[in-house]
């Protein structure tokens, strides 16, 4: 494959595998981000794919949409290209509706613009155009702009080597998100889950159950006594520890574990509250 690609391409090319805990795990996910921009100040072209010599089903990254959004994010990208074999997004699926039409530009991507894409887990939906759309919103957030384009129209990819675009265009938000909060709203998690009370307090005495396992500095998702996620943060704390403190009170943790990492499970400046539950 890599013979491939330096077949077509006069700058060296270099493969990069990325597994679900480069981008997990703080360290490596900077290690990883440096790998890369060492890579493009050498004008070598990196070639991205997911490492699944190592990857088990249940900590794959998933679809290479999103993945490409995670990676330019990474690296700071002025834009993300997502080839599709359409001609980008549909108000329906063109091939099913005679009356759908192109949309030509996006300022952001609402429960209105997901639902041209079919839902998730449809037909339609599933590594379509609902994970680019996904993708789309996740470059967004980290202030990257992404065009949608038909990487099989010969015509389109010229364009897009004279600076021009045909297809969809997807507007980054006006705030970008601080690279650390993007990280920890985006990158896999543990599969960890901290219930915490109606206070929605991450304080020991605020938290009501632990689900799942997870080592001191992983990501979880903290969750409302209804199972409904409110935000996504690093723990100080690993699962059983946790479970130890759950409902007790910060003076009591050192005596519990016979040490102490701070007052907070999740500090303040290591969560990342997710826009839905501000909704």
């Given at each position: 494959?890599?013979?491939?690609?330096?077949?077509?391409i006069?700058?060296?090319?270099?493969q990069?595998?990325?597994?679900h805990?480069?981008?997990?795990?703080?360290r490596?996910?900077l290690?990883?981000?440096?790998?890369l921009?060492?890579?493009l100040?050498?004008?070598?072209?990196?070639?991205?794919?997911?490492?699944?010599?190592?990857?088990?089903?249940?900590?794959?990254?998933?679809?290479?949409?999103?993945?490409?959004?995670?990676?330019?994010?990474?690296?700071?990208?002025d834009?993300?290209?997502?080839?599709?074999d359409v001609?980008?997004?549909?108000?329906?699926?063109?091939?099913?509706?005679?009356?759908?039409?192109?949309?030509?530009?996006?300022?952001?991507?609402?429960?209105?613009?997901?639902?041209?894409?079919?839902?998730?887990?449809?037909v339609?939906?599933?590594?379509?155009?609902?994970?680019?759309?996904?993708?789309?919103t996740?470059a967004?957030?980290?202030?990257?702009?992404?065009?949608i384009?038909?990487?099989?129209?010969?015509q389109?990819?010229?364009?897009?080597?004279?600076?021009?675009f045909r297809?969809?265009?997807?507007?980054?938000?006006?705030?970008?998100l601080?690279?650390?909060?993007?990280?920890?709203?985006h990158?896999?998690?543990?599969?960890?889950?901290?219930?915490?009370?109606?206070?929605?307090?991450?304080?020991?005495?605020?938290?009501?159950?632990?689900?799942?396992?997870?080592?001191?500095?992983?990501?979880?998702?903290?969750?409302?006594?209804?199972?409904?996620?409110?935000?996504?943060?690093l723990?100080?704390?690993?699962?059983?520890?946790?479970?130890?403190?759950a409902?007790?009170?910060?003076?009591?943790?050192?005596?519990?574990l016979?040490?102490?990492?701070?007052?907070?499970?999740?500090?303040r400046?290591?969560?990342?509250?997710?826009?839905?539950?501000?909704?």
């Amino acid at each position: 494959m890599v013979a491939l690609w330096q077949s077509l391409i006069a700058a060296p090319v270099a493969q990069v595998l990325l597994a679900h805990d480069d981008l997990r795990n703080r360290r490596r996910y900077l290690n990883a981000r440096n790998t890369l921009l060492e890579l493009l100040r050498l004008k070598s072209l990196p070639v991205i794919n997911e490492n699944d010599t190592v990857a088990v089903e249940e900590l794959k990254l998933g679809d290479n949409d999103n993945l490409a959004a995670i990676v330019a994010a990474l690296v700071d990208a002025d834009l993300l290209l997502i080839a599709s074999d359409v001609d980008g997004l549909y108000s329906a699926h063109p091939k099913l509706h005679a009356h759908a039409r192109p949309i030509e530009s996006v300022a952001a991507v609402t429960a209105e613009i997901l639902a041209m894409a079919g839902e998730a887990g449809s037909v339609h939906g599933t590594g379509g155009m609902r994970t680019k759309l996904e993708a789309a919103t996740k470059a967004a957030n980290a202030g990257i702009a992404t065009v949608i384009f038909n990487g099989t129209n010969a015509q389109t990819v010229a364009l897009l080597a004279q600076g021009a675009f045909r297809g969809t265009h997807f507007a980054p938000a006006v705030t970008r998100l601080a690279a650390r909060k993007y990280w920890l709203r985006h990158a896999p998690g543990s599969g960890g889950r901290i219930r915490i009370d109606a206070g929605a307090a991450l304080l020991p005495g605020g938290i009501v159950a632990v689900e799942g396992e997870f080592a001191r500095g992983d990501i979880v998702e903290v969750v409302r006594p209804d199972g409904a996620a409110i935000a996504r943060g690093l723990v100080q704390y690993n699962a059983g520890e946790v479970r130890r403190l759950a409902g007790k009170q910060s003076r009591e943790i050192e005596a519990l574990l016979g040490f102490s990492y701070g007052d907070n499970v999740v500090h303040r400046d290591d969560l990342s509250v997710l826009e839905e539950a501000l909704a």
